[in-house]
């Protein structure tokens, strides 16, 4: 619940501190007192959208705190999961909002992003102002409804896991099929590719020895030509260097008997003509069998030039490089081979999801069906009390042709007010006084289904007064036994059923207007009673009409 509310600097509040009593408590005031700025400083430390412009003028910053007692709400779950300490009697959520434009949350002191401190308020408070009465037009609100009667809670979120599972696997078999239709609309050109490179037959290293045999082909007359020199000048028959050695090794030897650095040179010009005489047999052989041949000079030319031609078109620069492309071609085409087997196997797992999940929706289903006639009956009971005896109202759960978030469900709230009128859409046929009372029948109803600490009327009885105040404050009297109600009213019917009254005026001081708000004592109260009563202007009779309201309700 709900315990205090703690507000400085906001709009025309200077410092208010407020302490709420659990069960129904009304809050009341003239129009314009200020009521809306107090709901408003309550939505801003719930998360909603800070505007620097409530910050009160000439103040640095405005802070606003509310203490709740969650003991009985099992939120240890929440705070753990967001790092948060637990305090179960006093959670502390605070707002700071500075005139710069910059605000800063707090969740038990911790600093918390806005989107955890709304997650936490949205759990901890419901502020039904006149606005939410639009939500009834609303199908997703609609569905929540159903689905909190129907307690569905568990089995929901087990069926969104599936879901979920089963929209990634509808996406998977998706981006496959996508996949294998461009892989496919290519499998053509890939085809073409992998058979012109196998074609060409390449091989690593081929490039750079056709190369270098090109180059020999095509001098083949200058090579020739200098090896017949080099032959004949090694073994020329006109003093040949092969022979000039061997001449000069003779002699050399000759001298090793009495000149003993002969044997040296002896050793040295053995080693030479071994050499040139190698040389020579080498020249001699090669000087024969380089040959001009064109044939293969044709043919070294064209297969350079279809590796030319292959690199030219893949815009790469080796054999080596074609070869990676081919083996990367013929893998395309593998997985474009395997396509069908692996769309195979993702249809069956995203089939396997599908059927878990419908017999999860078919849960739903069945869960909501159960809860479909309690609601049409208990919504018509109260409504016939709050004064629409001719009330009529049926829920259409219809199919949906595929699984969404909520289920394979549609739902809408139909409502007839009148005798022989047809059923329609609540939007389309309730009047405001008609969505006020529905939508405190549904908050009534679904009090006890919902685990939530407190709930705040904002002129929820617009549009009603008489006996249909006095019963619609008794249904929020009677939903204080489950949980804190505090009511913003203007009528007496509803101000006099309160446990706890709280009056809202403003107050003019020397530099300005401020709103301000204090709990009523017993007599306080029965002239607060009896002004609503009467107007301004109090009576005996307004008076003593107020007393008899107060004293009934005691």
């Known amino acids: 619940m709900l315990q205090s509310l703690f507000i400085r600097n906001f709009v025309l509040i200077d410092e208010l501190h407020i ?43 405005c802070v606003v705190e509310a203490v709740f007692n969650v003991s009985a ?6 705070f753990r999961s967001h790092d948060l300490e637990y305090d179960a009697e006093s959670c502390i959520l605070r707002r700071e909002l500075m005139s710069s434009g910059k605000s800063r949350a707090f969740i038990n002191d911790t600093p918390a992003p806005l989107s955890v401190v709304k997650a936490l308020g949205d759990r901890l408070i419901d502020v039904h102002s006149q606005h939410q009465n639009l939500l009834l037009a609303d199908t997703q609100f609609q569905m929540n409804v159903v689905d909190i009667m129907a307690k569905t809670e568990s089995l929901l979120v087990a069926y969104r896991r599936e879901y979920e599972r089963y929209q990634d696997a509808v996406r998977q078999l998706e981006e496959l099929e996508a996949l294998a239709s461009k892989s496919r609309q290519d499998e053509d050109y890939l085809r073409f590719q992998v058979e012109e490179l196998r074609t060409a037959q390449l091989t690593a290293g081929e490039q750079e020895e056709l190369e270098a045999e090109l180059e020999t082909l095509s001098h083949t007359e200058e090579i020739k030509s200098a090896l017949y020199k080099v032959t004949d000048s090694l073994i020329g028959e006109e003093r040949g260097v092969v022979q000039q050695l061997k001449e000069a090794l003779h002699d050399v030897e000759a001298l090793e008997a009495y000149f003993p650095k002969a044997k040296d040179f002896a050793g040295r010009l053995r080693s030479a003509w071994t050499d040139m005489a190698d040389l020579a047999s080498e020249t001699d052989v090669l000087k024969e069998d380089v040959e001009f041949d064109p044939s293969r000079l044709e043919w070294v030319n064209e297969r350079l030039n279809t590796i030319y031609s292959l690199q030219q078109k893949h815009r790469v620069s080796s054999v080596e490089e074609l070869l990676a492309l081919q083996q990367q071609f013929t893998t395309q085409l593998s997985a474009i081979d395997s396509f069908d087997e692996q769309m195979e196997v993702f249809t069956k797992h995203r089939k396997s999801i599908y059927e878990v999940l419908m017999i999860l929706a078919g849960q739903l289903t069945d869960r909501r069906c159960e809860a479909v006639a309690k609601i049409e009956w208990q919504l018509v009971d109260r409504m016939v009390l709050l004064g629409i005896p001719n009330t009529r109202f049926e829920i259409e759960l219809s199919p949906k042709e595929k699984p969404s978030a909520d289920g394979m469900n549609e739902v809408r709230f139909l409502f007839s007010a009148n005798k022989n009128e047809a059923l329609k859409p609540v939007a389309q046929t309730a009047s405001g006084g008609e969505i006020s009372r529905l939508m405190l029948c549904i908050k009534a109803m679904i009090a006890g289904f919902a685990a939530l600490p407190a709930i705040i009327f904002d002129e929820i009885d617009t549009g009603v007064s008489g006996e249909i105040a006095d019963k619609m404050a008794d249904i929020m009297q009677d939903l204080g036994q489950k949980m804190q109600v505090i009511t913003i009213t203007h009528l007496p019917q509803i101000a006099a059923k309160g446990r706890a009254h709280y009056f809202v005026y403003k107050e003019d001081t020397a530099e300005r207007t401020l709103t301000r708000i204090r709990r009523l004592t017993t007599e306080e109260r029965i002239n607060e009673v009896a002004r609503m009563l009467s107007g301004s202007s109090l009576t005996e009779a307004a008076v003593a009409n107020a007393r008899a309201l107060l004293q009934k309700e005691k």
């Open 19 to 61: 302490r709420f009593d659990e069960g129904f408590s009304v809050v009341t005031g003239e129009t314009g007192a200020g009521k809306s700025i107090i709901l408003g400083a309550l939505a801003l430390v719930l998360g909603q959208r800070a505007d620097s412009k409530s910050i009160q003028s000439g103040a640095d910053k």
């Open 73 to 78: 709400y099992r939120l240890e779950d929440f």
